[in-house]
């Protein structure tokens, strides 16, 4: 069993910056692909970046490539998401997931552990 749990949300203006982070608990981690999805208000849940097990390998959704930046410490059980440059339609709540495989998929059903997401608001 894995929990998983966010943090890092906030009201940003368009343009700034902000860092969530997932912190997880049990002993599976290391070995677990993580993905970090988000759901807009009246739209479906999208992928926005994923990182293999090790952390050698990452994949981003196109709307958000050069600008998100997915990292992990797996001596820390945490994986991060460093968002630069904001805009207004990255507003969202924000899930981290941990997929049991080590690579992953940039399918949310795919995912076996989901946390309670944050809200990320982002200001025009």
């Known amino acids: 069993q894995v929990q998983l749990v966010e943090s890092g949300g906030g009201l940003v203006q368009a343009g700034g910056s902000l860092r969530l982070s997932c912190q997880a608990s049990?002993?599976?981690?290391?070995?677990?692909?993580m993905g970090w999805f988000r759901r807009a208000p009246g739209k479906e849940r999208e992928f926005v970046a994923r990182?293999?097990?090790?952390?050698?390998?990452?994949y981003y959704a196109d709307s958000v490539k050069g600008r998100f930046t997915i990292s992990r410490d797996n001596a820390k059980n945490t994986v991060y998401l460093q968002m630069n440059s904001l805009k207004p339609e990255d507003t969202a709540v924000y899930y981290c997931?941990?997929?049991?495989?080590?690579?992953?998929?940039?399918?949310?059903?795919?995912?076996?552990?989901w946390g309670q997401g944050t809200q990320v608001t982002v200001s025009s």
């Open positions: 997931a941990a997929n049991k495989g080590p690579t992953g998929s940039n399918y949310d059903f795919a995912y076996d552990y």
């Open positions: 049990g002993r599976t981690f290391s070995s677990s692909a």
């Open positions: 990182i293999i097990w090790i952390g050698t390998s990452t």
